[in-house]
């Protein structure tokens, strides 16, 4: 089998890819290294097994890890028409994310069909079924990989929704910024927000228990790109906005606990759910 590359390094890679697997003294399988940046491999005996244990393995880890991002990158920009650096890169990060999930959390758009690295097992294992081949690398990767091209189309475009969707959700959050940066007059200097059964209390700065009703926020704020605006927590302290807001939680990472941090900012401590009775006596 004889596997020409376009530039060296890949080569070393996928050679040193296959040494690490194999072991540099198996007598089984021997990697030479040739001229004109080709990669010359030797299967001595079960030869289907040596592809199928070692050299499909290593070519598709090889694809994965080396490969891959780029290969996002340009159907990002030749497909979904996104050139910015940035914007790919934090999309490439939020396709890396979902393809992390375990298939109970896979995103449901994703759950049917073979994970991208069940289709380059496929692809090299046919592929590679004649251990005489001489093939170009590059070509391979170009034209024998239709399936797992479309699973990376599939990952990408879940990926652009949710990167759309969190950038609606700061725009949401920016603008509920501005709007109590806007307010110049507050309610209270000081409010204490403890949760307790369930439920959100409130309580001033004197520690005496307030009930705030929320008549209405102006129309710009029920809701914006979709989101609207919680109304047991987050309404009323756009509403009341204090200066200062302590918040005693169990848990920190309550998705409610992380949207006041990231409306209100510096006002903001978060204290131990025990420290609030400390407190008060």
């Known amino acids: 089998m004889q596997i020409s590359f376009n530039h060296a390094s890949d080569l070393h890679d996928v050679k040193e890819l296959l040494l690490s697997l194999a072991g540099t003294s198996n007598r089984d399988l021997e990697v030479v290294t040739e001229k004109n940046n080709t990669l010359y491999i030797k299967v001595n005996r079960n030869e289907e097994y040596m592809i199928q244990t070692y050299i499909v393995p290593a070519l598709s880890k090889f694809i994965i890890k ?5 290969l996002f990158r340009n159907l990002l920009s030749t497909v979904f028409f996104f050139h910015d650096e940035s914007e790919q890169q934090q999309i ?20 049917e069909g073979y994970r991208r690295e069940e289709l380059l097992t496929q692809a090299l294992t046919i592929f590679l079924s004649n251990q005489n081949i001489y093939f170009s690398f590059e ?24 990167y759309k969707l969190e950038q609606d959700y700061q725009d949401f959050i920016e603008s509920l910024r501005k709007y109590i940066g806007s307010k110049t007059r507050t309610a209270f200097s000081q409010v204490h927000v403890v949760y307790e059964n369930e439920r959100f209390l409130f309580y001033d700065e004197n520690f005496d228990h307030f009930t705030y009703q929320v008549q209405s926020l ?6 914006v790109k979709g989101f609207e605006v919680d109304q047991e927590l987050i ?6 906005c204090p200066k200062e807001i302590y918040l005693y939680v169990l848990d920190v990472d309550h998705g409610m606990i992380q949207m006041v941090m990231n409306i209100f900012q510096e006002r903001v401590k978060v204290l131990p759910h025990e420290r609030f009775y400390e407190q008060q006596h």
């Open 66 to 70: 080396r490969k891959e991002p780029t």
């Open 92 to 111: 490439i990060q939020m396709v890396y994310s979902i393809i992390s999930e375990d298939e109970a959390n896979l995103h449901p758009q994703l759950r």
């Open 139 to 162: 070509a391979f990767l170009k034209f024998r990989l239709k399936d797992y091209y479309n699973r990376l189309l599939d990952y990408i475009e879940v990926a652009i929704d949710e």
């Open 218 to 223: 102006e129309d710009d704020f029920i809701s």
């Open 235 to 240: 309404a009323p302290l756009l509403l009341i």
